[in-house]
């Protein structure tokens, strides 16, 4: 995934595992202590948007595939 870099996704992976001990992506994001987002960081904001793809990804099983934006 853009943005995460293998050191990142390894710490990640050490921390929070296959994600099974939380339910939902809201536990998760609790626990790694961006939730709940604030208006004030727009770090904190898109820290959160990649937690919750990679909680999707994790937990189906599959890969980031790019989107590309369709014309207007």
Not at 37 to 64: D, E, I, W
Request: hydrophobic share 50%; glycine share 8%; proline share 4%.
């Amino acid at each position: 995934m853009p943005g995460v870099g293998v050191k990142t996704a390894s710490q990640i992976l050490l921390a929070a595992g296959d994600f099974s001990e939380f339910k939902t992506v809201g536990h998760l994001a609790a626990y790694a202590g961006i939730a709940p987002v604030t208006r004030r960081s727009a770090n904190q904001c898109l820290a959160r948007r990649r937690l919750n793809v990679l909680f999707a990804m994790v937990k189906t099983g599959a890969f980031y595939e790019a989107k590309t934006p369709a014309a207007a």
